[in-house]
C-alpha cells in the first residue's frame, strides 16, 4: 500500500512513497498537516484545532475556517490514499501507519545513535522544521519554536558525534562537511571554528584554514562585537608561523603538505 512521505525538515514538501509529488496548498494547511503528523496525541478535537491555528479569531470564524483547511486537506489526500484522514463529531486524526514523516525518523535515528544511523540521520536534518512556515497564531507559533529548537539541538548533537568519529577515523572531507553543518546550526561556535581550521590543516590546506579563521572572526565582530577567543588566536598564530620543512624538487607544484605537522 502506498504511503504519504512527509518532508518538514527544511521546507515542506509532499509525495508518495511511489514517487509522485503530492501538492499541498496554502501555509495553513501545510501546518495543519504537519501538526497532526508530529503532535504525540492522535486524535484532537475540533475546537483544538481551530484555537491552534486560528485563535487569533472569533470562536465561529475559527471553526469555518478549520473546515476549510479539512475540506482542501481531504480534496488532497482522498483521491490518493483514501480515508487517510478521518473526521467525525469525536475529532480528527491521521493515519499514521500510512505516512514516512522525515521528523519522526530522524528521532528514531538519533535515540539508535550507531556512526550509520546517524549518518542517515545527518542527511536527512536538510534545516530548521518547517522552514518558511508560520501560522501567525501564538499557540501554534510557540509549538513551532519549541519543535524547532528540540530538533534543532539533537541535529547539533548528531553532527558533533558524526565530526568525532569521522576525525577519528581519519575521514577529513566527512568530518569537513559535518562541521560546516554544526556551523549552519550555530556559527558562533568557536570550537567548531578551530576544528575545522584543523582539519584543513591535515590536508595541508593552509588558505583554507585561514578562511575558517577569518569567517569566524567576521562573524564575532560583526554579530557580537566581539574578538576570537584566545584560544582561536593561538591556533591562528601556530597556523601562520608554519614554514615548509623542505622544498619541492624544481619543475614540481609546491605541496602545501609540507608545513609541518602537528594537528
Wanted: hydrophobic share 40%; proline share 4%.
Amino acid at each position: 500500500m502506498d504511503r504519504l512521505v512527509l518532508f518538514f525538515l527544511g521546507e515542506f514538501q509532499a509525495r508518495l512513497e511511489s514517487g509522485p509529488s503530492v501538492v499541498v496548498p496554502t501555509r495553513k494547511v501545510q501546518a495543519l498537516l504537519a501538526y497532526l503528523a508530529c503532535s504525540p496525541i492522535e486524535g484532537h478535537s475540533r475546537d483544538k484545532l481551530a484555537t491552534l491555528l486560528w485563535g487569533d479569531s472569533e470562536q465561529r470564524c475559527a471553526r469555518h475556517s478549520l473546515r476549510q483547511a479539512l475540506l482542501v486537506l481531504r480534496k488532497t489526500l482522498d483521491p490518493l490514499l483514501p480515508s487517510i484522514l478521518p473526521c467525525n463529531a469525536g475529532g480528527i486524526s491521521l493515519d499514521r501507519s500510512r505516512l514516512i514523516v522525515d521528523a519522526l525518523e530522524f528521532e528514531r535515528l538519533v535515540q539508535e545513535g550507531t556512526p550509520q544511523a546517524l549518518e542517515r540521520a545527518g542527511v536527512l536534518y536538510r534545516g530548521d522544521f518547517l522552514a518558511g512556515i508560520g501560522a501567525g497564531d501564538q499557540t501554534f507559533e510557540d509549538w513551532l519554536r519549541d519543535e524547532r529548537d528540540r530538533l534543532n539541538e539533537l541535529a547539533f548533537e548528531v553532527y558533533g558525534k558524526l565530526l568525532a568519529h569521522q576525525w577519528k577515523a581519519g575521514l577529513i572531507a566527512k568530518a569537513v562537511q559535518s562541521a560546516g553543518r554544526l556551523l549552519t546550526i550555530d556559527p558562533f561556535e568557536e570550537e567548531t571554528y578551530r576544528m575545522l581550521m584543523r582539519l584543513h590543516m591535515t590536508k595541508g590546506r593552509r588558505q583554507a584554514a585561514l578562511r575558517a579563521y577569518e569567517k569566524c572572526a567576521q562573524m564575532l565582530r560583526q554579530e557580537l562585537g566581539a574578538e576570537p577567543q584566545a584560544e582561536t588566536k593561538a591556533l591562528l598564530a601556530e597556523i601562520t608561523s608554519r614554514r615548509r620543512v623542505r622544498k619541492p624538487r624544481p619543475g614540481l607544484e609546491v605541496d602545501e603538505a609540507y608545513f609541518v605537522h602537528g594537528f
